[in-house]
């Protein structure tokens, strides 16, 4: 039995998929999988039980990677399971920034009496706003979330610009044709009105967007943050603001600075938040993690290389070991020594990480111990784990 600790609201859609024979949520630090939002675990240290950990998102900011990669644990996150809400967002936000919908509601529910209708047509005037259709929108980051972003902008009759210099290949098949290619991030920041940025939050990308690229924006620019706070220099927006060289800021991540101004409108990180989104990324998150609890295999993996292989043999020994020469000589002569015969072998790498797969349907029970001893003696073996067919 599995036991699987969860962090913040994941939805029921994901966790009713937990067959009850074979696992159990349970908040005890010994658990052998973490189900998890945006907690911030980056301070835990996690016991040796635990195997996995999955971000029911897409961002995984909040895990800490380089432990997990010490102790083996695979890393997942859920890409494009709640893109579409995000591209909604996006949109919904542009559109109410555009049309001045903010300041026109707050008329509204103000002036309600019996002069409502001479009052409107006066005031009118103060929020007329203006259309998407031929303004220019630049795209930094065409992924999951980004290709969507920049395809409606197309839909909506915008010019569109797209800047990710190491986009994935799956990624530039999703991307409309009509989206024009940016040379350079400089000429997409020169020329757009709308600003999106669709990357991860990661070391490089921290204050991705500061002084000396927001003064590269037209002044009359909007810049929009659904990604994560600290890709933008929220002071320099701000300052930005303050000398008129930018005229919004969007952003879903709300601090006390960018509080209670009228260039600044801030969702509390609802970019993910639709019934739709949370079911999905849910259930991808919880599938991904029952395939590699029950059957060894990586599916989403961030930290470990992608391999998804029907498990036909009556046992699979896997093993996170570090990406070195002669890995899998030692590995295969440790079953040698043990007189098991190797069915099949997958291996595969991912950065420093590598991640074997031996599939066998003769093995010794009553030496299982002896001999994934043997394995984890390897120098460079970091884990490994025996599983029966399910
Ligand atoms: N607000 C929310 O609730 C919400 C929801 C979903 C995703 N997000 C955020 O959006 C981010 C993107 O999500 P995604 O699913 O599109 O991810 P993704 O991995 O599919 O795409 C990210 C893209 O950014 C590109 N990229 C990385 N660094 C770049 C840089 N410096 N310049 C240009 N391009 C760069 C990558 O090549 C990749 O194509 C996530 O990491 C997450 O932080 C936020
Ligand atoms: O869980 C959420 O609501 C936020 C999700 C979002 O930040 C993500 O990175 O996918």
Known sequence: MYQ?????????????????????????????????????????????????????????NNIPLDQANEKGIAV?????????????????MMGVCAREIYPALNFSQENIGADVSLRTEASKNSFRGTELKDRTLGVIGLGHVGSLVANLGLAYGMNVIGYDPSIHPDAAWEVDRAVKRASNLSSLLKNCDYL??????????????????????????????FSRSGIVDDQAVLKALDQ??????????????????????????????????????ARMAVRQLKEFLLNGNLINSVNLPEINEPFS?????????????????????????????????????KGDLAYTMVEVNDFPLAKKEEFLKALQAIPSTIRTRFLEHP
């Open 244 to 281: 008129k060289e930018l005229k919004f800021y969007l952003s879903d991540f709300p601090s006390a600075e960018l509080a209670g101004r009228p260039d600044v409108l801030i969702t509390p990180h609802l970019g993910g938040s639709t019934r739709e989104a949370e079911h999905t990324a």
């Open 4 to 60: 699987i600790k969860t962090y913040n609201v994941i939805s029921q859609a994901g966790l009713k998929e937990l067959t009850p024979d074979q696992f159990a949520l349970n908040q005890s630090d010994q658990a052998d999988a973490i189900i998890l939002r945006s907690e911030n675990l980056l301070n835990t240290n996690f016991s040796s039980q635990v195997k996995a950990i999955v971000r029911a998102g897409a961002g995984y």
């Open 313 to 349: 043999t009556d046992y699979r020994v896997t093993i996170v070991h570090h990406n070195i020469p002669n890995m899998l000589g030692q590995i295969s002569s440790i079953f040698g020594d043990f007189s098991i015969n190797i069915d099949r072998l997958s291996n595969r790498s």
């Open 196 to 225: 999106t940025i669709h990357i991860p939050y990661n070391e490089d990308n921290h204050h991705f967007i500061g002084a000396s690229k927001l003064q590269m924006l037209k002044k009359t620019a909007v810049v929009m943050n």
């Open 76 to 92: 997942f996150n859920t890409p494009g399971g709640n893109a579409n809400a995000v591209k909604e967002l996006v949109f919904f």
